[in-house]
């Protein structure tokens, strides 16, 4: 906005002394003025006004995509731990099955009691595992709701199917975002901001006058004048040229921590998109070749400790091989959809934060 008007009333040779006593004598002064800017001061302002606009914008948009990300992430935890309990619940009733199958063969007196023994241990370990997994389950949860505000989930799963691998743009597709990401678009608000900053500086070299003009009555003679000021402050060049320096400084350090963050960035989407691509390959072989082994395996096994063929302590590792192959697969599962949300993330620009 331009300046305002103001207005100023003075009152002079009031009450003094000699001919000046009393109001015989005064003179009386209404004036109305303003600051005259100079210089495109205004123009200034208002691009330094849009330009803050620009950036709490940015701002704004970086803390939609980085609640976004942290929300996907909270969301795969939870459907990880609701794979990890179902597997630990599984595996409490396959230990609950083998402890009644050794049970009976000691009973029979075709394994010895140690067995049995060794068996119920294995129980009491998959109980164990169990309460963590619905321990871990719950406080996931509790995490999640805590994003949109709740103390209390109001959920009890989420339906997620971790199996599923989208797929991913090519690295040269997801590179080619990065010089328009929020990042990025946030150095290119400051550095508007500090062009503003520094234009305001380069306007105020030129200085602004002050004029006012008003009447001026004299009581004694009863007469009436014209009154005209103005006003100029010198000095302005000097403290302006400080002040376009330190603005040519803050580009110059904006336009450093631009190209820094762009490297480092480049290296890390080229870090993430590799680990994603040896995420899908753990699973891919997981899932096709490794645990349908051990899944073979342990049936095997089995077969030959209900025929007597095989110890109690054979089964026993099998079991354990297997669980533990499922656990790395839901594992691989939960980095491979973690890396997508920090690749998304690391890419996203402005047009991501809308629907």
């Known amino acids: 906005m331009a300046p305002q008007y103001f207005v100023t009333g003075e009152l002079e040779n009031v009450g003094g002394t000699g001919s000046l006593s009393g109001v015989n004598s005064a003179e009386s002064t209404l004036r109305i003025g303003r600051l005259i800017e100079l210089g495109g001061k205004r123009a200034a302002r208002q691009a330094l006004g849009a330009a803050e ?11 939609r995509i980085e609640l976004t990300s942290r929300t996907a992430a ?16 599984e595996r409490v009733r396959q230990a609950e ?6 049970a009976g063969w000691v009973w029979a007196a075709r394994n010895p009691e140690s067995d049995l023994r060794a068996a119920e241990i294995v129980v009491a370990n998959a109980e164990l595992d169990r309460e963590h997994a619905e321990h871990e389950l719950s406080s996931a949860r509790t995490t ?34 990065l010089p328009n990401t929020i990042d990025q678009q946030a150095f290119s ?33 009863s007469d009436q004048g014209l009154v005209m000021s103005v006003s100029v402050p010198l000095g302005s060049r000097t ?31 080229f870090e993430k998109y590799q ?18 082994k051990a899944e073979q395996a342990l049936a095997f096994t089995r077969r030959g400790f209900e025929a007597g063929r095989f110890s109690f302590l054979s089964l026993s590792q099998a079991q354990t091989t297997l669980f533990e192959l499922r656990e790395r697969l839901v594992e691989a599962y ?22």
């Open 53 to 63: 606009i620009d950036q709490q914008q940015t701002a704004a948009d970086a803390t």
């Open 74 to 89: 909270r969301f795969i935890e939870v459907a990880v731990d609701q794979q990890r309990l179902d597997f630990a619940n």
């Open 97 to 102: 099955r083998t402890r009644r199958e050794v």
């Open 144 to 177: 999640l709701a805590a994003t949109w505000g709740d103390t209390i989930p109001d959920f009890d799963t989420v339906a997620a199917d971790l199996t599923d691998l989208p797929e991913v743009e090519p690295l040269d597709t997801l590179l080619a975002r």
């Open 189 to 221: 608000r400051e550095a508007r901001l500090a062009e503003a900053r520094r234009r305001i500086a380069e306007a105020a070299r030129k200085p602004d006058l002050n004029f006012n003009v008003g009447v001026r009555r004299l009581e004694g003679p």
């Open 239 to 269: 403290r302006a040229g400080y002040s376009i320096a330190e603005a040519d400084a803050q580009l110059a350090a904006i336009e450093a921590r631009r190209k820094a963050e762009q490297f480092e960035r480049h290296q890390l989407v």
């Open 275 to 292: 680990e994603l691509g040896h995420a899908r390959t753990e699973v891919e072989s997981l899932r096709g070749r490794v645990v349908p």
């Open 334 to 355: 939960a980095r491979y959809h973690t890396l997508l949300v920090e690749l998304d993330r690391l890419t996203a620009t402005t047009q991501d934060t809308f629907p």
